[in-house]
């Protein structure tokens, strides 16, 4: 019979309070970006956009967050998380206040440019975060309960703005979206602490570290270790066909993402004539889906490992799979009744939620010291998703046929899983 543990002597859990930290920080940051897709049926009305002006307007956060990512990288590398994460949410949170107050096209697009600006470094911030608190064998699993919260929270969040839109009109969207995230950016600040600052114990550190955890990541001693940027840091990033295939993989997740959280409440109402009080049940049930999906991947992956399977079997197989059923998406072309619609849109978004798992490829392929670098020129490349997916749907569906976008969505996913089939090989950190 084992003897179990003295008290002390066993690891503490604190690393799963930060994965809910991080959680919450994710719905946050997700909701802010796609707050904006939920009224803008309303808006269109209010303020007289076409299909073409109000894809300028969705797509303008991605401009500045995909042209953002590398600067914002190299801040991450440079800037404790703990400063820095509520520094941008607040800041970002009140430009998303200030939307209420907007109402020229200009104006949207403008706020919204800096919104994309603002929330770059955000998910490289995540990603520092786990990588330092989390041991191999647990991350990928951390990083898809934390990823999930984008699913999540906008599967219960969408129906209440609908009905906040219904009650006291768009505008109040942006005021209630904005001061709930300043709030939170409080909270970050008050609580959040490096491994070796927290309260995690020796057990805990031990663990982590054992596990390949970096847990000195964000540190003050960190931070003066990564202030020697240069040019060639830069051509590392960029030079490795195994990072370009993780690369391109992830702007295929990211163009199905972009889809639903910013066209996808048009096509119910304007291409599927959903009346506004069905369209929160049929918005929520796809990211509800990818929210199992998610979750199922980000486990699984992990299990996959413990099992003696190699890391990069366990890492990219989840991926591989859910990019190929992602591109069922296009049977949404060949229906007509809602419920098998979305029953399609449920499918391929429980499949993207399985493909979403990518940063857990970054914790270990990217060079030690250039997390965040690398972390930036991922979120680069796959954010020019968040300029192409709302511009290229918003001119094909031009004529009132979102058919074609569907099947530019599946096209894409396809070339995705293609990527990762052919390009990325053995998984190893490159040096």
Same mark, same amino acid.
Request: glycine share 10%; net charge positive; charged share 10%.
């Given at each position: 019979?084992?003897?179990?543990?003295?008290?002390?002597?066993?690891?503490?859990?604190?690393?799963?309070?930060?994965?809910?930290?991080?959680?919450?920080?994710?719905?946050?940051?997700?909701?802010?970006?796609?707050?904006?897709?939920?009224?803008?049926?309303?808006?269109?009305?209010?303020?007289?956009?076409?299909?073409?002006?109000? !894809?300028?307007?969705? /797509? &303008?956060?991605?401009?500045?967050? @995909? +042209?953002? =990512?590398?600067?914002?990288? %190299? #801040?991450?590398?440079?800037?404790?998380?703990?400063?820095?994460?509520?520094?941008?949410?607040?800041?970002?949170?009140?430009?998303?206040?200030?939307?209420?107050?907007?109402?020229?096209?200009?104006?949207?697009?403008?706020?919204?440019?800096?919104?994309?600006?603002?929330?770059?470094?955000?998910?490289?911030?995540?990603?520092?975060?786990?990588?330092?608190?989390?041991?191999?064998?647990?991350?990928?699993?951390?990083? !898809?309960?934390?990823? /999930? &919260?984008?699913?999540?929270?906008? @599967? +219960?969040? =969408?129906?209440?703005?609908? %009905? #906040?839109?219904?009650?006291?009109?768009?505008?109040?969207?942006?005021?209630?979206?904005?001061?709930?995230?300043?709030?939170?950016?409080?909270?970050?600040?008050?609580?959040?602490?490096?491994?070796?600052?927290?309260?995690?114990?020796?057990?805990?550190?031990?663990?982590?570290?054992?596990?390949?955890?970096?847990?000195?990541?964000?540190?003050?001693?960190?931070?003066?270790?990564?202030?020697?940027?240069?040019?060639?840091?830069?051509?590392?990033?960029?030079?490795?066909?195994?990072?370009?295939?993780?690369?391109?993989?992830?702007?295929?997740?990211?163009?199905?993402?972009?889809?639903?959280?910013?066209?996808?409440?048009?096509?119910?109402?304007?291409?599927?004539?959903?009346?506004?009080?069905?369209?929160?049940?049929?918005?929520?049930?796809?990211?509800?889906?990818?929210?199992?999906?998610?979750?199922?991947?980000?486990?699984?992956?992990?299990?996959?490992?413990?099992?003696?399977?190699?890391?990069?079997?366990?890492?990219?197989?989840?991926?591989?799979?859910?990019?190929?059923?992602?591109?069922?998406?296009?049977?949404?072309?060949?229906?007509?009744?809602?419920?098998?619609?979305?029953?399609?849109?449920?499918?391929?978004?429980?499949?993207?939620?399985?493909?979403?798992?990518?940063?857990?490829?970054?914790?270990?392929?990217?060079?030690?010291?250039?997390?965040?670098?690398?972390?930036?020129?991922?979120?680069?490349?796959?954010?020019?998703?968040?300029?192409?997916?709302?511009?290229?749907?918003?001119?094909?569906?031009?004529?009132?046929?979102?058919?074609?976008?569907?099947?530019?969505?599946?096209?894409?996913?396809?070339?995705?899983?293609?990527?990762?089939?052919?390009?990325?090989?053995?998984?190893?950190?490159?040096?």
């Amino acid at each position: 019979m084992t003897q179990s543990l003295p008290l002390a002597d066993k690891p503490t859990r604190h690393r799963y309070l930060i994965m809910l930290m991080i959680f919450v920080c994710v719905a946050i940051t997700f909701l802010d970006r796609s707050n904006i897709s939920i009224t803008a049926p309303a808006m269109r009305k209010d303020l007289g956009f076409d299909t073409v002006h109000m !894809g300028w307007i969705l /797509s &303008a956060f991605g401009w500045t967050y @995909a +042209f953002c =990512q590398i600067p914002s990288g %190299w #801040l991450v590398d440079r800037i404790r998380p703990r400063y820095f994460y509520p520094l941008i949410l607040i800041a970002w949170s009140v430009a998303t206040a200030c939307l209420g107050l907007a109402g020229t096209f200009i104006a949207l697009f403008a706020l919204r440019v800096l919104i994309g600006a603002l929330e770059a470094p955000s998910y490289m911030i995540n990603n520092l975060v786990v990588t330092s608190w989390f041991p191999d064998r647990e991350r990928a699993g951390a990083i !898809g309960f934390y990823t /999930s &919260a984008q699913f999540l929270g906008l @599967a +219960f969040a =969408q129906p209440l703005l609908l %009905w #906040l839109i219904a009650a006291h009109g768009w505008r109040a969207v942006f005021y209630t979206t904005g001061i709930g995230g300043a709030a939170w950016g409080l909270v970050w600040l008050a609580c959040y602490r490096a491994p070796r600052e927290s309260r995690a114990n020796a057990a805990e550190l031990e663990l982590i570290e054992t596990g390949g955890g970096i847990v000195n990541l964000g540190t003050a001693d960190a931070n003066k270790q990564a202030r020697k940027l240069n040019w060639a840091d830069l051509g590392t990033v960029f030079k490795y066909r195994k990072l370009w295939g993780v690369y391109i993989g992830q702007f295929a997740v990211t163009s199905c993402q972009w889809f639903f959280l910013t066209w996808f409440p048009t096509y119910l109402i304007t291409f599927r004539h959903l009346s506004m009080l069905k369209s929160p049940l049929y918005i929520a049930l796809p990211f509800i889906a990818a929210f199992f999906g998610t979750q199922l991947a980000g486990f699984t992956s992990d299990q996959i490992l413990r099992r003696g399977y190699s890391l990069g079997t366990a890492r990219k197989l989840p991926i591989i799979c859910g990019l190929l059923l992602s591109s069922s998406i296009v049977g949404a072309n060949f229906v007509d009744r809602p419920e098998y619609v979305i029953a399609f849109m449920c499918l391929a978004f429980f499949a993207n939620g399985m493909a979403s798992i990518g940063w857990s490829l970054i914790s270990s392929v990217a060079p030690r010291r250039l997390i965040g670098l690398t972390g930036g020129t991922f979120n680069f490349i796959s954010n020019l998703s968040g300029i192409a997916t709302p511009l290229v749907i918003g001119y094909l569906a031009a004529g009132g046929n979102f058919a074609p976008g569907l099947t530019y969505i599946a096209t894409v996913s396809l070339m995705g899983a293609l990527a990762y089939i052919l390009m990325i090989g053995k998984l190893e950190r490159v040096e």
